[in-house]
């Protein structure tokens, strides 16, 4: 979703802004701006892909040592040069970027209008400028705090005039922001990648925390200015960790970091004949918990449908999973013994930080699996465990999703160790097997070469099924959602036995069904399932482990992967379907690391 950055130094902002977006770019955008200020404010903004901008900028005098830059992913109103940030209030000397949805838009518009203001976008964005500039009285800092609070819904912001120079006001409410605290120059951004180049270190904003940001001086306060202290989190990552290495996408790259990065989540947590003790849980924290609700939008809520089972199978506690969307809605029955697990890659997803407050309000205990330190969802649960996946810069999840499925392994040993479910020697052989996981995907990667070819083969279809039963219906899930978001090839996961109530109605000859068999209890009614549309003439691809022998003839292509448990299965299936799908992508020419209408960070509802 929308990024933003902000730069106030001894430097050149045009560049250092126009930079700072392009980090920021896989977040999902569809036009991109930036305001310069030199006594007065340049503004320049271009519809469609950064490189417009950059195009645009050279034919502007863009010197200047204050600035604010933005990457729109529209809500209201269409992509366009107009509809795009920075806005500029009448006098065109107040200029704001927003990420983040002004509910009451409508209703500030509409005063707005009685008072003269003239509007020249279809944005909500555009009242902030506009109020800033009523509400200014000399005190730039008092007339954001006094807009703030007259706005309802989230909102980052980042604000300069050029009736004060010499400073950048921010702020944040549900949506996400940062400060870089540099030498002589200071930053503002949505995302750590952005600044990275120039700092690594960085305050990390609280909801209605307000920035005073000059050249030499941060300052934070709250609404009646009070000034709070914060402690200077060094990021733990470097420049090169948010680079593509080497590799042509951020896709492929990740999806290659995925053993090392399943490392880091194991790491310091899993050890071979020890309890599982996790970060800032005591003992008695969660031995209370009756039941468990994990709440996840996307690949995160298939990550959610893996941990169901592993929780369920090894601690006997039950589990419903639900979209967080839907979850918050609906008036789940909670109460204090029910724990609310969130799981969210970059811990700002509007919908999961949503059910988490709600979760609250009940009284649950709340544990955020996500991989973001400092995200809105690790401050606001009351228990977090970071995957340490590393910077997930390409849209389609690969790493943090196999890295979440890790992070519900370790939780549902942890929820276990305690309780007599199962036997002991089944946890520890679970334990053992989870660390060799790092190994085995090392392993699943050498089906690259199959998946290409497989790839080429069936890049043309326009539609994909994806089959399994058990976990493996959970990866045919991520599988397929992998493919349709990155290639455009509508695509649907069934469960094996479902196909006949309704579905296999769909399959004729040539139909491309993908079949996940990788569990010795569920492989014969599997296979009497791949049976059925095999009749029907489907086109059969099987990923199997590689210790199943006697595999029949119904596949047309295999794909084996190394031999685990069932219930650690998730791990290495998915990766030869997160390669196919991004070599059906390459073969179709689609911008891997950046589909169509996706965003990285959902920060609207
Ligand atoms: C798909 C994908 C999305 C995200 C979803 C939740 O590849 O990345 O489905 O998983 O938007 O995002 P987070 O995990 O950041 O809450």
Known sequence: MCGIVGYIGKNGAKDILLDGLSKLEYRGYDSAGISVL??????????????????????????????????????????????SHPHLSMSG?????????????????????????????ETDTEVLPHLIEKNYNGDLLDAVIKTTKALKGSYALGIISEDEPDKIIAVRKDSPLIVGL?????????????????????????????????????????FDKNEIKRDVYKVDFDDTAA??????????????????????????????GEKIVLDNIGADDLKDISRVF???????????????????RLSGIPVDVDIASEFRYRNPILDKNTLVMVISQSGETADTLAALRLAKEHGCKTFAITNVVGSSVSREADFVFYTHAGPEIAVASTKA????????????????????????SVLEDVKSELLTLPEKVKEALKTDDAAKKIADDIYKETDIFY??????????????????EISYIHSEPYAGGELKHGPIALIEKGTVVIALNTNNELKGKMESNIKEVVTRGAYIVGILP?????????????????DTIPLLAPVTAVVPLQLLSYYVAIKKGCNVDKPRNLAKSVTVE
């Open 93 to 121: 000397k107040i200029s704001v970027v927003h990420n983040g949805i002004i509910e009451n838009y409508e209703e500030l518009k509409s005063n707005l209008i009685k008072d003269g203001v003239k509007f020249v976008s």
């Open 546 to 562: 590689e210790g199943f022998t006697d595999i029949g003839e119904s596949y047309d292509k295999i794909i084996k992967i190394p």
């Open 401 to 424: 999703y196999i890295t979440q499925l890790i992070a519900l392994y370790i939780f549902a040993l942890y929820m276990a160790q305690d309780k007599n479910y199962v036997e002991k």
């Open 294 to 312: 994990i709440v996840a939008c996307g690949t995160a809520y298939h990550a959610g449908l893996v941990g169901k089972t592993a929780i369920e």
């Open 182 to 222: 540099g030498n002589g120059e200071n930053f503002i951004a949505s995302d750590i990648p952005a600044i990275l180049k120039h700092t690594k270190e960085v305050y990390l904003l609280n909801d209605n925390e307000f920035v005073i940001l000059k050249k030499d001086s941060v300052k934070l306060v709250d």
């Open 467 to 484: 089959l399994g039963r058990g976990l493996d219906y959970a990866v045919a899930m991520e599988g397929s959602l992998k493919l349709k």
């Open 243 to 272: 680079q593509k290495g080497g590799f042509d996408h951020f896709m492929i790259k990740e999806i290659y970091e995925q053993p090392q990065a399943i490392k880091s989540t194991l790491n310091a947590r899993v050890a071979k």
């Open 38 to 83: 030199n006594k007065k404010i340049t503004t320049v903004k271009a519809k469609g892909q950064l490189k417009n901008l950059v195009s645009k900028c050279e034919k502007v005098d863009l010197n200047g040592n204050v600035g604010i830059g933005h990457t729109r992913w529209a809500t209201h109103g269409e992509p366009s040069d107009i509809n």
